[in-house]
């Protein structure tokens, strides 16, 4: 009898210490930290991601997460000690510092495709000509777009000094290169006065024209902007989504599966479509020809550069 209730006490001991010790090894929960601007469309996305199943959590730009998990960011690299992010073979790399590039924003120029196309002398001048050159003047993103062209000493070198940025804010206005009143349009004014009579030429990044809703917007095209003494070098203007593992070393190695399926053309074909980008892969399929040229252009472009926001 006492043997028994020995025997009881101990396996009562041993379920207790096993108990203990299993409610301390927490299952590793992975998360995707997302960007308040992706957080709507990003649960459809992920519908048919691979395991390990992960929540998503609104992360705000600073600092990057440190918990296990995959940070969906715009602001890769941004910071305030320089005005541009430049970038060279992103397209054939497809990842920046252990952040692979899903989908991109390009900035490109857009006319009616009857209209002559934008030439440099007539883009850097102040003195103007022929047609109008649009832009929303009451956009800080399309103001700071213009003033980045303007200001390069040569593609893809921008002047970290803050005071000469300034400057030309000031006198980007100056002269007759763009519309009269564009200092005071906002974006809708704008598109309106693209699809008006006259020959005109509009600065945008992609996502604008496509998530304008007039039904005539098919008689548009986009072309790249004029470079000028570049010789073959071209640059392209694009807000870049990337997405960044985190965590420990061991943590990212579970997230190897979810990284490839990120890195799928199909997968990236579904985020461009979802926020109105293009692909990053050579093989995603853009959305209609506007986008084609879009991303074609990313594909030959000698640099990408992003501007901090």
């Known amino acids: ?23 301390g090894c927490k299952k590793t929960e992975y998360v995707w930290y997302v960007h308040p601007e992706f957080e709507r469309v990003w649960t459809n996305i992920i519908r048919n991601a691979p395991k390990p199943a992960m929540k ?78 649009l832009i929303p003047g009451k956009e800080p993103a399309y103001v700071n777009a213009w003033i980045a062209r303007l200001i390069q000493e040569r593609p893809g070198e921008f002047p970290s000094d803050e005071q000469m940025w300034q400057d030309w804010e000031k006198k980007l206005f100056t002269g007759s290169r763009f519309s009269q009143g564009a200092q005071t349009y906002n974006l809708q004014e704008a598109l309106f006065r693209l699809m008006g009579n006259q020959p005109a030429w509009f600065y945008a990044p992609l996502s604008a024209i496509r998530r304008y809703r007039d039904p005539n917007k098919a008689i548009l095209e986009a072309v790249p902007f004029p470079e000028i003494n570049a010789g073959s070098q071209y640059s392209l203007q694009a807000k870049l989504l990337w997405a960044l593992p985190t965590g420990s070393e061991k943590e990212k190695k579970k997230l190897t599966a979810v990284m490839k399926w990120l890195k799928r053309p199909e997968t990236q074909t579904i985020i461009a479509d979802a926020i109105e980008w293009i692909p990053a892969d050579p093989y995603g399929k853009p959305y209609d020809p506007m986008c084609m040229v879009s991303h074609r252009n990313w594909l030959t472009a000698s640099f990408i550069y992003d501007l901090n926001e």
Request: aromatic share 14%; charged share 20%; no cysteine.
């Open 1 to 23: 009898m006492k043997f028994k209730q020995t025997k009881s006490i101990v396996i009562y001991f041993l379920l207790i210490s096993v108990g203990l010790l299993f409610s």
């Open 56 to 133: 998503i959590q609104v992360w705000e730009e600073g600092e990057i997460p440190t918990g296990p998990g995959v940070y969906i960011t715009a602001k890769h690299r941004q910071s305030g000690e320089t005005k541009a992010n430049v970038y060279y073979r992103l397209s054939y790399d497809l990842e920046y510092q252990g952040a692979a590039v899903l989908a991109l924003d390009p900035w490109m120029i857009f006319r009616k495709y009857r209209n002559p196309e934008l030439t440099a002398a007539r883009a850097y001048p102040e003195t103007g000509g022929n047609g109008l050159l």
